[in-house]
């Protein structure tokens, strides 16, 4: 499958751990209940895309792995990635980021909003100050948050060794991050509650409705409450569906 390309490690279906299709059992509910937080970062698809294909792809190249992805909707995909010049890379990129990452996790939430327990999502806009030290061979993530650019933030690594800093930014964001991760961990709800080292403010985060469509918007140097984010986006990609071939 061509989003092996991507994730080489994935459940694989009709095995004990995963009986049937995961996204049919998400969609029929029959997942244990269970406190959920997940989210996704900018630019998820960024280095897997620039990795998978180190030189340009143009449109046609494109056409033919858009129809590997989902056959019935190339052109449709196509249209609403549209961009300038001969190299479809970046296209590619927001497709993975939005069709594999961002938008499934908000449907896939959509579905579970009857169940007793809460869930939570977020998204980390946020690109490391440190990133040429971080991101070695990978300069494709330089300028974007490439897949696994959040945890550097989420478990605070001393970076030193890199002959890297945290901004005062960074530290303010992980500070709340950290805060949140570790409530989660104790109570099954995050919230923070500020202390004298940081500035930003206390922070209690809503679980996902479908109304509301709540989430956290990690970024420097506060992170922030924001509902519907990337509507229009997921929207579109509602309408074709995550049952990818």
């Known amino acids: 499958h061509i ?22 059992a998400y969609e029929a509910g029959r997942i244990q209940d269970k406190e959920i937080l997940i989210g996704s970062v ?6 897997f895309v620039y990795e998978a ?57 959509s579905k579970l909003s009857n169940k007793q327990k809460k869930h939570f ?16 061979n990978e300069t494709e993530c330089l300028n974007a948050t490439c897949h696994g650019g959040d945890l550097p933030f989420d478990f605070h690594p001393d970076i ?31 919230s923070y509650s500020p202390d004298a080292s940081t500035e930003c403010p206390a922070l209690s985060w809503p679980a996902f409705t479908v109304d509301g469509r709540e989430s956290v918007h990690f970024e420097t140097p506060c992170p922030s409450l924001k509902a519907n984010m990337y509507a229009d986006t997921c929207d579109f990609w509602d309408t074709i569906g995550y049952h990818f071939r």
């Open 3 to 24: 989003v092996e390309l991507f994730e080489a490690w994935t459940p694989t279906r009709d095995t004990p751990n995963a009986p049937e299709n995961l996204l049919d």
């Open 42 to 47: 900018h630019d998820e698809g960024e280095n």
């Open 53 to 109: 294909f180190s030189t340009p792809v143009s449109s046609a190249e494109e056409t033919l792995l858009l129809g590997f992805l989902d056959p019935k909707h190339i052109f449709k995909v196509k249209e609403h990635y549209a961009v300038p010049g001969k190299d479809t890379r970046d296209a590619l990129v927001g497709v993975a980021t939005d069709g594999l990452f961002k938008c499934p996790t908000r449907y896939l939430f």
């Open 121 to 136: 999502v977020y998204h980390f806009d946020h690109v490391a100050s440190f990133g040429d030290k971080f991101w070695g």
């Open 160 to 190: 030193s060794s890199l002959q890297a800093v945290y901004s005062e930014g960074e530290k303010s964001m992980m500070k709340v991050l950290q805060g949140l991760l570790m409530s989660f961990a104790k109570s099954g709800v995050p």
